[in-house]
């Protein structure tokens, strides 16, 4: 099945030039003297605030549109692939994309239970070093611990973060982070972040963050048991 990935009309736009319109023609009435009917100009007023309103509303649409664009996506790797690499690549840079943010880390338990980093991708779609350190240890241990995500839009003034060593000394701002449950139980969980703008993650996105992760979650169990099942064939046959 191929997504249909074209954008809604973008009417925000045609909105934003007709309010202009109707602002530069009051404008241009309130100069002029032409005796005007009662109530014109507040008229024209109204109609522009309630056209900020409506393009702001669609606004809203568009990017709950792609924001459910992007859970067809993870869809779609579930039932389309069972190569493990290709999951975590596409959940990685699917988040980055649909967060904006500016890297991310995949980490996944390993056969000793521990929290592993798997995959390290930045915004421009490419690997980076997945030992990095620069990352809130804090953060990540708390959702651990909760199973619950957290979004902070400026880490350096959240009261939940304050005084942790990582968020002072690598001035992070922006982070999420998101367990990956499958059944209730953590195999792993998603950090991203961005280090130098705040204000990136929002507070409202934490439903989509958590429809994204159980997609993904369960994504890479299915891929992880395709490969142990390979290893084990390869094995026996061998």
């Not at 664009?69 to 840079?93: F, K, P, Y």
């Not at 390290?120 to 490419?126: L, Y």
Request: proline fraction near 2%; charge should be neutral.
């Amino acid at each position: 099945m191929t997504l249909d990935k074209t954008k809604p009309t973008a009417l925000a736009d045609q909105l934003g030039t007709l309010r202009q319109a109707i602002n530069k023609t009051r404008t241009s009435l309130q100069s002029t003297r032409v005796e005007l009917p009662p109530g014109a100009l507040d008229g024209l007023a109204q109609t522009e605030t309630g056209l900020e309103r409506l393009a702001k509303s669609i606004t809203d649409l568009e990017s709950r549109y792609s924001h459910l664009m992007a859970l067809a996506e993870i869809g779609q790797v579930v039932n389309s692939t069972l190569e493990l690499d290709e999951v975590l690549r596409v959940v990685m840079d699917t988040i980055i994309r649909l967060m904006h943010a500016e890297r991310g880390f995949l980490m996944l338990r390993d056969e000793n239970n521990q929290l592993v980093s798997t995959v390290a991708r930045n915004w421009e779609k490419e690997s980076i070093n997945s030992t990095e350190s620069a990352v809130s240890r804090t953060v990540i241990q708390k959702v651990i611990e909760s199973g619950e995500a957290i979004v902070t839009t400026n880490a350096q003034e959240d009261p939940r973060l304050s005084g942790q060593e990582s968020i002072v000394a690598f001035n992070l701002r922006s982070i999420l982070c998101v367990p990956l449950k499958v059944k209730n139980e953590l195999i792993g969980v998603i950090y991203a972040d961005n280090r130098i703008r705040s204000g990136i993650f929002k507070e409202g996105e934490r439903n989509l963050l958590v429809a994204f992760s159980n997609q993904a979650a369960v994504a890479i169990d299915n891929a992880r048991l395709f490969s142990s099942l390979k290893r084990t064939l390869a094995e026996v046959t061998g």
